[in-house]
């Protein structure tokens, strides 16, 4: 089985930073895809960033220039470096690998809170 486990969440005041990490542990073949996505109350869940294996990127047009998702393939982990917060990006992020042969999985959520 796979598991996705996701740290550093938090609550933050606009203007701040935040670092996500997401290790993805069990027994695993092989990670194409990695990524953040998030949900805030009473919306759909969302695409922030992604990430290759080949570290091509992609980001939310709301986030690009302030985000930045990153992976180390030794770690099986990736990472999400938020800064200049902002209330918007008030939402639960979850971690979200695609593993050939084996699907897609998520990770359980963790907070991120901006207050203002």
């Known amino acids: 089985q796979v598991q996705l486990v996701e740290s550093g969440g938090g609550l933050v005041q606009a203007g701040g930073s935040l670092r996500l990490s997401c290790t993805a542990s069990g027994s695993i073949f092989s990670i194409s895809a990695m990524g953040w996505y998030r949900q805030a109350p009473g919306q759909q869940r969302e695409l922030v960033a992604v990430i290759t294996g080949g570290s091509s990127t992609n980001y939310a047009d709301s986030v690009k220039g302030r985000f930045t998702i990153s992976r180390d393939n030794a770690k099986n982990t990736v990472y999400l470096q938020m800064n200049s917060l902002k209330p918007e990006d008030t939402a639960v992020y979850y971690c979200?690998?695609?593993?050939?042969?084996?699907?897609?999985?998520w990770g359980q959520g963790t907070q991120v809170t901006v207050s203002s």
């Open positions: 979200n690998a695609h593993l050939l042969l084996q699907g897609t999985y």
